[in-house]
Structures are given as structure tokens and as C-alpha cells.
């Protein structure tokens, strides 16, 4: 069986559609790889492309996109609500068919190695290629931003995995790394307190105390004038959403404040959603492998 690899890399640009289509144009490009699905937020100001292919191809489509971000996204001028440190802001790559989490972990590294080779842009290894415990987390390796970033690469325990302790002057610094399947999730209230959002992320995510598996902070939405609790669901099975998005409810009612929405932003797995689904729908000794007709269909 040909073996496939996940890439879903994040792009520092959500609103200008003809940089948008030309990393579009080069993701289709790219022989062996194909463009599962893209989307872009005004407000985030960012990207999230899915992409799958043969562990070459998939490699290959990562630098060219990341060349072609470092030539269109100056970030010396960029704004926007979700946190950023570079125009290539983060590529991770997924085991999907025949593939090992070690097998990404080196197409991480041979990926890593060449952004700085040939576009001198730094890279920080995160989640299953960090060096150290203390890179594992993207939260802890983007803290600073763009802005804040060349002083923190004079800390001593700050060097980049590649690379000089300098940012490139308008593409920043990229995180590169192999991860497991994660669920970009996030939920929309019906209010435009920012304050009310960034207590709740609070509450709710792993640094501060809440769901291991949960990365949270408030968003506020310009274009709907709502906040939003924006999240990393970093592992479905061991912090389900539904538990995520009840924890939200309960925190917002303490405001007056109720849920309006949710999102999913770009490909998740489907048993994250089946697993609501048996949750909601207080669904008795259910099988996902032998209940789920796509699971026999797609073997």
C-alpha cells in the first residue's frame, strides 16, 4: 500500500485572496500531493491548507509553500487576532497510511533543514520532533510573537533547531514538526466582551490548570463584532469536544453569556465527531469500527 503523509501547514494571511490562491495554485502543483482542503479568516488573519501525499511529495509541497509565503507575507506589517511568529507560521506533519510517527519526525527534520538552507529562515523542531520537553509545546515555542521574537533567541535556552538566533527580517520563524491528529476547534458566543472569551480559554485550557489536551484563547471576531473561544484540540480521544464545549457553556453562563456557534477549521478525523454524536445522542453500547458504514466501506 503507497504510504501517505498529513501536512497542514498555517500561513500568516487570511485576507488578501490573490496570496491566498497563488499558495493555492502551488499546493495543487506539486506532484504526489493533494489539496484536501483550505480555509482563511479575516480576523485570525490566517490560513490552515490540508494537504496528503507520498512522504516525498508531501515534503516538497511544504518548502515550495513556504518559499512562497516568504516571498508574499511581509510580517513586519502583519495584523490579526491569532497568535503569529512567522508568514509560515507552523507545518506539522501527520502519520496517515503505512507511515510511523518516526517517519514524520524525519521528514520534519529533512524539511527543517532545507527552509533554512536555502530560504535562512529559522526553524523550531515542536510536539514529537522537539529536542527537548520544553519545545514540545507550540504555545511555549511562539510565546513572544514576531514582534517579541528576536529577544527570546538571545535566550540561552532559546537557539533555533535551525538556523542562526535571527529571524528572517519579513518571514520570521517557522515551527516544523510530526504530530498526532489534532481538532482545530472553536466556539462562538454571543457577545463582544473579549474579556468574557479570554476568561473562559482560561479556565479551560491545559496551561492554566483545565483539559490536558485542550489549547484555548479568546478571539474577538471584528466582522460579526462576537468573541470567540478559539481552540486546539490536541488530543479528541483524551479530551472529547463535547467535553470542551460544555465546560464553555457552563463558564458562560456564569457571564449571562450563551453559545451561538461552533466551528471545525479545516479536516478532522471522524470519530471525534461520532464521538459527540454517541454523547449526545446517549447512544447505547455503540461500535464505532462496526457501526460506522465508512469504516467497512474504506476497510
Not at 499546493?27 to 496528503?52: C, E, I
Request: aromatic letters at 8%.
Amino acid at each position: 500500500m503507497a504510504k501517505l503523509v498529513e501536512c497542514i501547514p498555517n500561513f500568516s494571511e487570511g485576507r488578501d485572496t490573490e496570496v491566498i490562491n497563488t499558495l493555492v495554485e502551488t499546493a495543487k502543483s506539486v506532484p504526489g500531493v493533494m489539496l484536501l482542503d483550505y480555509s482563511s479568516d479575516a480576523s485570525h488573519n490566517r490560513s490552515v491548507f490540508t494537504l496528503v501525499g507520498d512522504p516525498d511529495g508531501i515534503a516538497e509541497a511544504a518548502f515550495r509553500l513556504c518559499k512562497v509565503a516568504s516571498e508574499k507575507i511581509d510580517m513586519t506589517k502583519h495584523t490579526g487576532e491569532h497568535p503569529r511568529m512567522g508568514a509560515t507560521d507552523v507545518i506539522p506533519f501527520v502519520p496517515v497510511k503505512d507511515t510511523t510517527a518516526e517517519e514524520c519526525i524525519e521528514i520534519s527534520k529533512k524539511v527543517a533543514k532545507r527552509i533554512y538552507d536555502e530560504l535562512q529562515i529559522p526553524i523550531f523542531l515542536y510536539e514529537d520532533s522537539a529536542a527537548s520537553e520544553k519545545r514540545r509545546n507550540l504555545a511555549a515555542v511562539r510565546k513572544g510573537q514576531f514582534e517579541g521574537m528576536p529577544e527570546k533567541l538571545l535566550q540561552e535556552e532559546w537557539a533555533p533547531d535551525f538556523g542562526e538566533r535571527k529571524i528572517h527580517p519579513t518571514a520570521g520563524i517557522t515551527a516544523v514538526g510530526a504530530r498526532m491528529p489534532l481538532v482545530a476547534f472553536n466556539v462562538n458566543l454571543n457577545t463582544s466582551d473579549i474579556n468574557i472569551a479570554n476568561a473562559i480559554a482560561k479556565t479551560i485550557r491545559s496551561s492554566s490548570g483545565g483539559y490536558k489536551f485542550c489549547k484555548a484563547i479568546g478571539v474577538m471576531l471584528e466582522d460579526r463584532n462576537i468573541a470567540q473561544v478559539s481552540m486546539n484540540m490536541v488530543n479528541y480521544e483524551g479530551t472529547p469536544l463535547y467535553r470542551a464545549y460544555e465546560a464553555i457553556r457552563f463558564e458562560a453562563e456564569r457571564w449571562g453569556v450563551s453559545i451561538i456557534g461552533s466551528e471545525v477549521i479545516g479536516l478532522t478525523p471522524v470519530k471525534a465527531l461520532v464521538d459527540c454524536a454517541e454523547y449526545y445522542l446517549k447512544i447505547e453500547n455503540f461500535d464505532y469500527k462496526k457501526q460506522v458504514l465508512e469504516n467497512h466501506l474504506l476497510g
